[in-house]
């Protein structure tokens, strides 16, 4: 191979830089590695996913609660390798099995840029989200101001590497729950979001997610069927994620950028501030 994994989210390679005055040097570069995971559940593969390694019983248990497929800690009997230890694949046993088959609806097929390819996805919302809660106070627009730095503090792999997506939960007061890096952006959602599962705490309807990058159709859904009241996001949103924020009634804020931020649904999630 032409790179050399040092870590589960980094790898090597080596690279020509060139310069714009006809300089040139070859040096090594740090890289965000993706590599394919088979997640199995109760013995029978449900989706490869292209992703970071690192985290993979995260992601699987993530993923299942994005798709409505458990709701619920309690629905989980064990995650981690399959019995003959093979490599990236991922199993999920549960108890009592799936909340649904998911092969009646869709066939899953995930890269590391597809979270919702092939589904009915908008009546899937529809059927699987709750409208979003308010939280027990309001947020404090300088509170949305600084997540994106605070994320930003708690992102090393993106730090060395430059390839590496996030999505951060935190608490309406501010407090950290958790952040996951990954090339996939919602895989990045999924692992957040697994972590908490796993550790009992599901659905999470006074989280807040900050996403380091555009908050896309398919984030804001896996967010709304998690339960989050909203999503704080560095860059744009779509149309999709944009009317079903709207629909599910949650905050969905964007360009949240040095000292301003646009508020595209759930304003009323907010506190009133001067200075916003």
């Known amino acids: 191979m032409v790179t050399v994994t040092i870590e589960p989210h980094v790898a090597l390679a080596w690279i020509e830089r060139l310069g714009g005055e006809g300089g040139r040097e070859r040096l090594r570069d740090e ?11 109760d013995g029978r593969p449900l989706v ?68 919702v390819c ?14 979003a809660p308010r939280p027990s106070q309001p947020v404090e627009p300088q509170l949305v101001l600084r997540l994106p730095a605070e994320a930003r503090a708690a992102q090393p792999g993106f730090a060395r590497t430059g390839g590496l997506h996030a999505t951060a939960l935190f608490e309406p007061d501010g407090r950290l729950l958790v952040l996951r890096e990954d090339v996939g952006r919602h895989n990045a959602m999924d692992k957040a979001i697994g972590r908490l599962l796993l550790d009992g705490r599901f659905p999470l309807p ?71």
């Open 31 to 41: 890289l965000a590695v993706e590599e394919p995971l088979e997640i199995r559940v």
């Open 48 to 115: 490869v996913a292209m992703r970071t390694p690192g985290e993979d019983e995260e992601l699987a248990a993530g993923f299942l609660a994005g798709e409505a497929l458990i709701d619920s800690r309690g629905q989980v009997a064990s995650v981690g390798p399959t019995d003959d230890l093979a490599a990236n694949i991922v199993e999920v046993r549960t108890r009592g099995g799936l909340r649904r088959d998911p092969s009646a609806e869709r066939r899953f097929s995930m890269t590391s840029a597809c979270g």
């Open 118 to 131: 092939g589904k009915a996805a908008l009546e899937f919302v529809q059927r699987e989200a709750p409208p």
């Open 206 to 276: 006074r989280v807040l997610a900050c996403l380091s990058g555009r908050a896309g159709f398919e984030l804001v859904q896996k967010a709304s069927v998690a339960g989050l009241f909203g999503v704080v996001a560095v860059g744009a949103p779509s149309t999709l994620a944009v009317d079903l924020a709207r629909e599910r009634g949650m905050l969905l804020c964007g360009f949240a950028r040095g000292s301003s931020f646009n508020v595209y649904s759930g304003m009323e999630h907010l506190a009133p501030s001067a200075s916003a």
